[in-house]
């Protein structure tokens, strides 16, 4: 230990570990104080200093490793630079009010070189609190002016809390490497200082009101209906889904202008891929995808690529990325005549630069990553997505805190069913989150090798193309195996007896689905009632019951089975099924001598009247077999809330109506204006009729109305149920939309010329 630098001699001391070999010198540790006890410390040492902050108990302290630069004597007064009030501040008010006392105010205990009238800011503040930002930002001027450095500067004015500082108590050094950042810059106060709402002439956030845009062209987009065009997201999976292979794919897609997966790309442009693992494939990736796809006709994509970057949670990650950014969209702009419109990072979990275990499942981390790669995208007025792991229980999702799926504005989740030796079948693409439509929709694809010739040693190169489909066939569904050992199966008959009297609905992940959910603590404690065994002594006998639920519990949530998942939320332990079927089973169980939930009748009150139905805990039976013949998954159906089925289910059969009527009415390949439509259905005939009134549901009220109908039209448009679907057909010479309704015809497999 002798060795070892100073810094690390003072962090030793004072019971902290240290990193060695951090980068910039800063990283998450442990905190010193015995009452916290926290990992979440943060140490900064250079040359000069060390000092840390807890993130937990705000327990800070800077100590100087060797002694501040000379101040020579009277440098303010030599150089005609005056205190604090002269520092700046233009008008006469300004510089009286931070004077304050001037030199009557007495510097017993400041050091010689620093002007009277600034020492006594330093002490007593200014009694104007609209001022003090600005007095702020003139003692740093002055104190950087005579040779103090951050940790000087921080070391005085810590020492009279209810001065100067008093504002700042708990984030001054930040405040201070803030200002001396921004002076270093050359920056004025006023050019420098953060928006203080309330105070002064702060500008205000701008109040928006209804009315002044037009709601469909409030939100722009990257990709139609998935991505949108500034914000961030995620696409996460397990090791072995293709998780930089799809995220080339998009990339591949905005580049050359092609739908991703049937979505329009709305703002075609420049990608910058950020390859922190894997950065030898990248070439090889890219290459493959352009040649199988073929749409850049040999010409150079606009990709770019940076093999390293600042560490996500570093105080200057946001800065750097920036600059690079910038860069990266001029030469964009100058080659391609391109926007940079996409960032993507491989991997979140490199990127963020955590030194300590455990950093990824801490709130506050995980919110500053992803409040990193937001605001990235403001500045860059872009979409940045990260590539992240799954965590060991896939039904969780998102490896590490909650709050980064919370965050993002998009969540695709590689899916797979992954053998013990590492090969993944039934590979797909989940849309687990977005802000533009319904989650749940899956896409299956397949992975392609394809040849790209030889390289320079003579060795044949290959490398994966995903060839994707446009939808998920439902899985069969097989009874959910709990196991066959004695525990498990007792475990399983208390669940299903208990989870529809005794669950409770919560909502585990922010945006994820509500479950039914038990607490674990009462699950154990029927298990330790009804489990039966042998022993000779009481204390045995307990020990033997409890290590039977422990196991049972284990076996039921191991990643074979899964068929249950337990999680702490609030300091309470909970446990719920992990399959639409098993839910199912609960409530047949549940409900066993009572009428069955799919035939409900109206609750009865007690005059005899029937009450305001509530929202039910589960889908019906009938609702998930409908969900099902229209290529819905077995996770879709797990994981949606059954108001939103209901509602998506009832919107369907309103679309169904239409498309029949319009069929009855209209037929098909004839093109119509949304007033003609409206004029078709006013025929005084049966056909009309009923094509008014499938109208009249969904773009209507007194009357149909034409804009109405031409927004649900285009919400609609190829969406295709029983064969019939709705399509744009251009424009009419008036320039007004025409709609067309299409029949597929399925080809005859039977035939002879297949």
């Not at 030599?78 to 009286?96: H, I, L, M, R, V």
């Not at 105010?105 to 503040?125: C, F, K, L, Q, S």
């Not at 914000?231 to 050359?256: E, N, P, R």
């Not at 298990?527 to 065994?533: C, D, Q």
Request: hydrophobic content about 40%; charged content about 25%.
């Amino acid at each position: 230990m002798a060795d070892l630098p100073p810094a690390y001699e003072v962090l030793r001391k004072h019971g902290i570990r240290f990193v060695v070999n951090a980068a910039n010198g800063e990283f998450m540790t442990n905190c010193p104080n015995p009452k916290c006890g926290g990992q979440n410390n943060f140490v900064h040492h250079d040359d000069d200093e060390v000092g840390w902050h807890c993130h937990d108990c705000s327990e800070s302290r800077i100590v100087r490793l060797r002694p501040g630069p000379a101040r020579a004597a009277g440098a303010a007064a030599g150089d005609g630079q005056g205190g604090a009030a002269e520092a700046s501040c233009n008008s006469e008010q300004k510089e009286a009010a931070v004077s304050g006392a001037g030199a009557e105010g007495g510097t017993n205990d400041a050091p010689p070189d620093i002007p009277a009238d600034t020492m006594e800011v330093i002490r007593n503040g200014v009694a104007d609190d609209e001022l003090r930002s600005g007095a702020f930002w003139n003692v740093l001027v002055v104190l950087k002016g005579l040779g103090f450095s951050r940790a000087d500067a921080d070391e005085l004015l810590a020492a009279h809390p209810d001065g100067i500082a008093k504002k700042y108590r708990g984030r001054l050094r930040y405040e201070v490497e803030r200002a001396y950042h921004k002076i270093k810059q050359g920056q004025h106060h006023d050019d420098a200082q953060a928006a203080d709402y309330g105070k002064g002439e702060q500008e205000l956030p701008t109040v928006r009101w209804h009315g002044e845009v037009d709601a469909r062209d409030s939100r722009p987009q990257l990709i139609q209906d998935l991505i949108p065009e500034v914000g961030c997201g995620l696409i996460s999976g397990q090791w072995g889904t293709y998780k930089t292979f799809t995220a080339l794919d998009i990339a591949h897609s905005v580049m050359s202008r092609e739908p991703f997966l049937g979505f329009e790309v709305v703002r075609p442009g420049g990608v910058l891929f950020i390859a922190l693992e894997g950065q030898s494939e990248i070439a090889l990736r890219l290459e493959g995808d352009i040649k199988e796809k073929g749409k850049f006709n040999g010409a150079h994509a606009p990709f770019a690529w940076i093999e390293t970057c600042p560490p996500l949670t570093s105080p200057d990650a946001l800065a750097v990325l920036t600059k690079i950014t910038e860069q990266v969209a001029a030469k964009l702009k100058a080659k391609f005549d391109l926007p940079l419109v996409l960032i993507e990072i491989d991997t979140v979990i490199v990127a963020a630069g955590y030194t300590t275990e455990g950093a990824d499942n801490d709130t506050a981390l995980g919110q500053k990553v992803m409040g990193t790669l937001a605001q990235l995208a403001q500045n860059a007025h872009c979409f940045v997505f990260g590539i992240d792991h799954f965590g060991k229980d896939v039904n969780v999702g998102t490896r590490g805190s909650s709050a980064k799926e919370g965050r993002a504005d998009v969540v695709l989740a590689l899916l797979g069913d992954k053998s013990v030796g590492g090969v993944v079948t039934n590979t797909r693409l989940a849309v687990r989150k977005r802000r533009s439509g319904a989650n749940g929709q899956e896409f299956a694809f397949k992975p392609r090798p394809v040849n790209m010739g030889v390289n320079s040693l003579g060795k044949e190169e290959t490398t994966l193309v995903l060839d994707w489909s446009t939808a998920v066939a439902p899985p069969k569904t097989a009874k959910d195996d709990w196991g066959k050992t004695k525990g498990v199966k007792l475990l399983r008959k208390i669940i299903m007896s208990m989870l529809v009297d005794q669950g409770v609905s919560l909502t585990p992940w922010a945006d994820g689905p509500t479950v039914r959910a038990l607490k674990l603590a009462d699950v154990k404690a029927e298990f330790l009632k009804a489990y039966y065994t042998e022993s000779e002594t009481e204390t045995t006998r307990q020990k033997a019951k409890r290590t039977a639920f422990g196991r049972a519990v284990t076996a039921a949530s191991a990643d074979q089975r899964g068929v249950i998942v337990t999680r702490e939320i609030e300091g309470v332990e909970y446990v719920w099924l992990a399959s639409a079927r098993a839910e199912a089973e609960a409530r047949a169980v549940g409900t066993a001598g009572r009428k069955p939930a799919d035939d409900p009748t109206p609750a009865q009150t007690p005059d005899g009247g029937a009450s305001v139905a509530t929202v039910p805990a589960f889908l019906t039976t009938p609702e998930k077999e409908q969900l099902r013949d229209i290529g819905c998954t077995e996770e879709y159906i797990h994981h949606v809330h059954p108001a939103e089925a209901q509602a998506f289910l009832a919107r369907r059969r309103k679309l169904a109506n239409v498309l029949a009527t319009w069929s009855a009415t209209i037929g098909c390949s004839q093109p119509r204006t949304a007033e003609q439509v409206i004029a078709a259905a006013d025929v005084a005939d049966d056909d009309g009729d009923k094509l008014k009134l499938a109208l009249t549901a969904v773009a209507g009220g007194d009357h149909i109305d034409s804009s109405r109908l031409e927004q649900w039209l285009r919400e609609i448009s190829g969406v295709e149920v029983n064969h019939l679907s709705l399509h744009s057909d251009g424009p009419n010479e008036n320039g007004a939309p025409l709609w067309t309704l299409k029949l597929r015809v399925e080809r005859d497999r039977g035939s002879d010329a297949d």
